[in-house]
């Protein structure tokens, strides 16, 4: 068999063992994918009745997670382990045009394999899919670099604008490559070209919501309120011994200066780099997603070049020790077959909503998960929602109130035992959790969930 061949073999079988891994691990499909795109389309505008501080991508755009089909749990580790899998594959085709040799082009591979799980690869959220974009990205300015043709501009371009409707943190790495272009090239032609390839998606992104008249909406929560409340209240800082594990799994980047090929480096430490703006601001280690893959590049540039020194060998295994004692603390505490938010009790909450409404009915959900809208079909009130977090709350506190006043829904959930980061939602949700009890008893509970229908159709009933 050839090298290509063996390569492919045992490729096959690192994405056969990363399936494995994560249809063996806990798993969290954030809510929001499910949530958003299902109230989308149920006729709420996104940011004007949604509230939301992320850009589109598949949940407010008319193509969208919902119908495409992820709806259920279940689908979401299809989607997770199908982007996962194509990840490898880009993975492998660019580590091999780089080094020209499948085997060594596999480090890469066995790295992302190593530490996708260990950044919270069990979890499914918008950093999951930005690889698919950047990758092909990162390839075209390989490419371009190599033979100065503008076209690969071009391309990069527009693999770009495609990660910036999904999230608007790529926006500094779109511009840390346009100021590289400017002194690489040192030329005006080029640059036209990566704009002409960059801007069109978010513009027709931005146009859209202008057709929706949601854009004064828009810029509030993606660009305003980023930058004043949820800088000021939202933020996560890192911990210690998150600290620790970042730079260590990072901690092959310290030997890039050992690497020939410096526009080679240089455009690679741009990519992870630039891409890490969302864990600057909540340090959660599904935000290192992004920029892993071009870790594992370089990773695997770096054992090519100095495998064969002695103290590069010595420091090798020191590194596989604590790979060893950080993976095996990790597997024992994540391998399990529950489902973040889908739990038993929240299936028991969906079906006793089913019972109490009718489709498309407008409830209102307190404190309790608000997917539940999607899982039992119903709509908020009013068709008026936002993720209750206390710098959410800060800012739509009264049109909550008035969207319960307004919709005078029949039934309410509420969970009065929620904390967010410390803040209890019965002190920054004060005005709503207020209103509520003066107008809602209880007839129902699951958990902690109180279900809740009008004083006045409760005595009626009674």
Same mark, same amino acid.
């Given at each position: &068999?050839?090298?290509?061949?063996?390569?492919?073999?045992?490729?096959?079988?690192?994405?056969?063992?990363?399936?494995?891994?994560?249809?063996?691990?806990?798993?969290?499909?954030?809510?929001?994918?499910?949530?958003?795109?299902?109230?989308?389309?149920?006729?709420?505008?996104?940011?004007?009745? *949604?509230?939301?501080?992320?850009?589109?991508?598949? &949940?407010?755009?008319?193509?969208?997670?919902?119908?495409?089909?992820?709806?259920?749990?279940?689908?979401?580790?299809?989607?997770?382990?199908?982007?996962?899998?194509?990840?490898?594959?880009?993975?492998?085709?660019?580590?091999?045009?780089?080094?020209?040799?499948?085997?060594? !082009?596999?480090?890469?591979?066995?790295?992302?394999?190593?530490?996708?799980?260990?950044?919270?690869?069990?979890?499914?959220?918008?950093?999951?899919?930005?690889?698919?974009?950047?990758?092909?990205?990162?390839?075209?300015?390989?490419?371009?670099?190599?033979?100065?043709?503008?076209?690969?501009?071009?391309?990069? @371009?527009?693999?770009? @604008?495609? !990660?910036?409707?999904?999230?608007?943190?790529?926006?500094?790495?779109?511009?840390?490559?346009?100021?590289?272009?400017?002194?690489?090239?040192?030329?005006?032609?080029?640059?036209?070209?990566?704009?002409? @390839?960059?801007?069109?998606?978010?513009?027709?992104?931005?146009?859209?919501?202008?057709?929706?008249?949601?854009?004064?909406?828009?810029?509030?929560?993606?660009?305003?309120?980023?930058?004043?409340?949820?800088?000021?209240?939202?933020?996560?800082? !890192?911990?210690?011994?998150?600290?620790?594990?970042?730079?260590?799994?990072?901690?092959?980047?310290?030997?890039?200066?050992?690497?020939?090929?410096?526009?080679?480096? &240089?455009?690679?430490?741009?990519? *992870?780099?630039?891409?890490?703006?969302?864990?600057?601001?909540?340090?959660?280690?599904?935000?290192?997603?992004?920029?892993?893959?071009?870790?594992?590049? $370089?990773?695997?540039?770096?054992? !090519?070049?100095?495998?064969?020194?002695?103290?590069?060998?010595?420091?090798?295994?020191?590194?596989?020790?604590?790979?060893?004692?950080?993976? $095996?603390?990790?597997?024992?505490?994540?391998?399990?077959?529950?489902?973040?938010?889908?739990?038993?009790? $929240?299936?028991?909450?969906?079906?006793? *909503?089913?019972?109490?409404?009718?489709?498309?009915?407008?409830?209102?959900?307190?404190?309790?998960?608000?997917?539940?809208?999607?899982?039992?079909?119903?709509?908020?009130?009013?068709?008026?929602?936002?993720?209750?977090?206390?710098?959410?709350?800060?800012?739509?506190?009264?049109?909550?109130?008035?969207?319960?006043?307004?919709?005078?829904?029949?039934?309410?959930?509420?969970?009065?035992?929620?904390?967010?980061?410390?803040?209890?939602?019965?002190?920054?949700?004060?005005?709503?959790?207020?209103? *509520?009890?003066?107008?809602?008893?209880?007839?129902?509970?699951?958990?902690?969930?109180?279900?809740?229908?009008?004083?006045?159709?409760?005595?009626?009933?009674?």
């Amino acid at each position: &068999m050839t090298r290509l061949k063996i390569a492919v073999v045992i490729l096959f079988i690192i994405l056969v063992t990363h399936t494995l891994i994560i249809k063996s691990l806990i798993y969290f499909p954030y809510p929001e994918l499910f949530l958003y795109p299902y109230l989308t389309n149920n006729g709420l505008t996104p940011y004007k009745d *949604i509230f939301d501080q992320h850009f589109p991508g598949l &949940m407010f755009l008319p193509i969208n997670l919902d119908n495409l089909g992820m709806n259920t749990p279940e689908m979401a580790r299809v989607w997770s382990i199908a982007v996962v899998l194509i990840i490898h594959l880009l993975i492998f085709f660019i580590t091999y045009k780089i080094l020209k040799d499948p085997l060594k !082009a596999l480090i890469a591979n066995l790295f992302f394999l190593t530490w996708q799980p260990f950044l919270e690869g069990w979890v499914l959220w918008i950093d999951s899919f930005l690889p698919l974009f950047l990758l092909p990205a990162f390839y075209f300015l390989y490419k371009y670099i190599n033979k100065t043709k503008n076209s690969y501009l071009f391309w990069l @371009g527009i693999f770009l @604008g495609l !990660a910036v409707v999904f999230k608007q943190v790529i926006i500094p790495l779109a511009g840390m490559i346009f100021i590289y272009l400017l002194i690489f090239g040192k030329k005006v032609k080029p640059l036209l070209y990566f704009l002409a @390839g960059f801007l069109p998606l978010p513009l027709l992104m931005i146009g859209y919501f202008y057709f929706l008249g949601a854009l004064k909406d828009f810029w509030f929560w993606t660009v305003w309120f980023n930058l004043t409340t949820f800088a000021k209240y939202g933020r996560k800082g !890192a911990t210690f011994s998150g600290l620790i594990r970042i730079l260590f799994i990072f901690s092959p980047l310290l030997l890039t200066k050992y690497l020939d090929n410096k526009r080679l480096i &240089m455009i690679l430490l741009i990519f *992870i780099f630039g891409s890490l703006a969302s864990a600057s601001s909540r340090f959660d280690f599904v935000h290192f997603q992004p920029s892993l893959p071009f870790v594992a590049i $370089t990773a695997a540039l770096i054992l !090519a070049k100095l495998f064969d020194q002695t103290i590069f060998k010595i420091a090798l295994m020191g590194f596989f020790i604590i790979s060893v004692v950080f993976l $095996t603390n990790f597997y024992r505490g994540h391998i399990s077959s529950n489902v973040l938010f889908f739990d038993r009790q $929240t299936y028991q909450m969906s079906d006793r *909503i089913k019972s109490l409404t009718d489709e498309k009915e407008e409830i209102f959900i307190f404190g309790a998960s608000p997917h539940l809208y999607q899982m039992s079909k119903t709509l908020p009130a009013s068709k008026i929602f936002v993720f209750q977090f206390p710098w959410f709350i800060m800012e739509s506190e009264e049109r909550l109130v008035d969207s319960l006043k307004r919709s005078d829904p029949n039934l309410v959930l509420r969970d009065s035992s929620v904390e967010i980061e410390g803040w209890k939602i019965t002190d920054y949700a004060k005005k709503i959790d207020l209103y *509520i009890l003066e107008n809602y008893t209880e007839v129902d509970r699951i958990g902690n969930v109180q279900f809740l229908i009008k004083k006045d159709k409760y005595a009626n009933r009674i």
